[in-house]
């Protein structure tokens, strides 16, 4: 079993420079190479709008908000809390909306949705981990699907979606659901991922849907 403990390259620069946890850095890979959010922060207005599931400790949530500067809002959900410990205010601005609870719950659904639609949807979410690659893989499918729901139900016509996944049994079949929906459509694993693990990133861009 990998050991997660020992502090490697990406988890002590996440310390230096105020993450909680190295997984800022894959979020960073891929919205250089994909262009997720705007680099004018200029071209972000109120009506520019994010969703993140599975959101704790928070890193993703700290790259957004910077990010936006004030423009812009993010929604956010997990099931664990976020951590405080470096965000300096952003996690209680009016821009941002935190809801800690279970993505699959109805009543989380309605009230994330409500809070769209939205320009990007982003899951970073993963299961508990077992040790049981066909185990976590179904479970990992789980959590992507219902990423997916939501981007069916509140991303904007044009919108992109950034899902984690599990390579295994049913990804590919996933792949080939989501593509479609698209007009651009990879899977990319970037180089902050640990060596170890057997993660990889949907990437959409321009959703086929009208708002």
């Known amino acids: 079993m990998a050991n997660y403990e020992k502090l490697d390259f990406w988890s002590l620069k996440a310390q230096k420079e105020g993450y909680p946890?190295?997984?800022?850095?894959k979020l960073q890979e891929i919205d250089k190479k994909f262009g997720l959010l705007p680099k004018n922060q200029g071209q972000i207005n109120a009506d520019?709008?994010?969703l993140e599931l599975g959101a704790a400790p928070g890193s993703?949530?700290?790259y957004i908000l910077r990010k936006l500067a004030g423009r812009g809002f993010l929604a956010a959900c997990d099931i664990s809390p976020l951590s405080h410990r470096v965000d300096a205010g952003l996690f209680d601005g009016q821009n941002f909306f935190f809801k800690q609870a279970d993505i699959f719950a109805p009543d989380t659904q309605t009230e994330?949705?409500?809070q769209g639609p939205f320009n990007l949807i982003l899951s970073d979410a993963a299961p508990s981990t077992s040790g049981g690659r066909n185990l976590d893989t179904a479970r990992s499918m789980e959590i992507a699907r219902a990423a997916l729901a939501y981007s069916d139900a509140a991303l904007r016509s044009g919108g992109s979606l950034c899902v984690k996944i599990f390579q295994g049994a049913g990804a590919a079949a996933l792949i080939k659901e989501t593509r479609p929906k698209f007009n651009m459509f990879k899977t990319f694993k970037p180089e902050a991922c640990r060596s170890s693990s057997f993660e990889t990133y949907m990437v959409g861009l321009g959703f086929k849907k009208r708002f």
């Open 21 to 25: 946890a190295r997984s800022v850095y």
């Open 48 to 50: 520019f709008k994010v």
């Open 60 to 62: 993703w949530s700290l």
């Open 112 to 114: 994330l949705t409500a």
